[in-house]
Nanobody, 123 residues
Framework: QVQLVESGGGLVQPGGSLRLSCAAS????????MGWYRQAPGKQRELVSV??????????NYADSVKGRFTISRDNAKNTVSLQMNSLKPEDTAVYFC??????????????WGQGTQVTVSS
């Protein structure tokens, strides 16, 4: 129905930057929310940043731990979302998952997840 494909993870030194991207495809009527979660080893999956559409505007939410360092951007016309991650810290190491809440043609709205991309911050 809906596929989310991520790209852009990798290994970076503390203080470095990475950019994650995610593209949604399939029977999409409307993407209501789109963004990123992450899961570190032995921890629960947590929200990093998500954008919500209200009317014609995007509203972004950030976890406190990434405010001021990460920036989410979304292209509604292309069904894509990106996460610019600056000043990365070792505690940002995790698998990052693209997330979307999508209204699917003829099927209502559901949550969808990408396969995950590894981000490792280490010297």
């Amino acid at each position: 129905q809906v596929q989310l494909v991520e790209s852009g993870g990798g290994l970076v030194q503390p203080g470095g930057s990475l950019r994650l991207s995610c593209a949604a495809s399939g029977s999409i009527f409307r993407i209501n929310s789109m963004g990123w979660y992450r899961q570190a080893p032995g921890k629960q999956r947590e929200l990093v940043s998500v954008t919500n559409i209200i009317g014609s505007a995007n509203y972004a939410n950030y976890a406190d731990s990434v405010k001021g360092r990460f920036t989410i951007s979304r292209d509604n016309a292309k069904n894509t979302v990106s996460l610019q991650m600056n000043s990365l810290k070792p505690e940002d190491t995790a698998v990052y998952f693209c997330y979307a809440h999508v209204s699917v043609v003829g099927r209502g709205a559901n949550d969808y997840w990408g396969q995950g991309t590894q981000v490792t911050v280490s010297s």
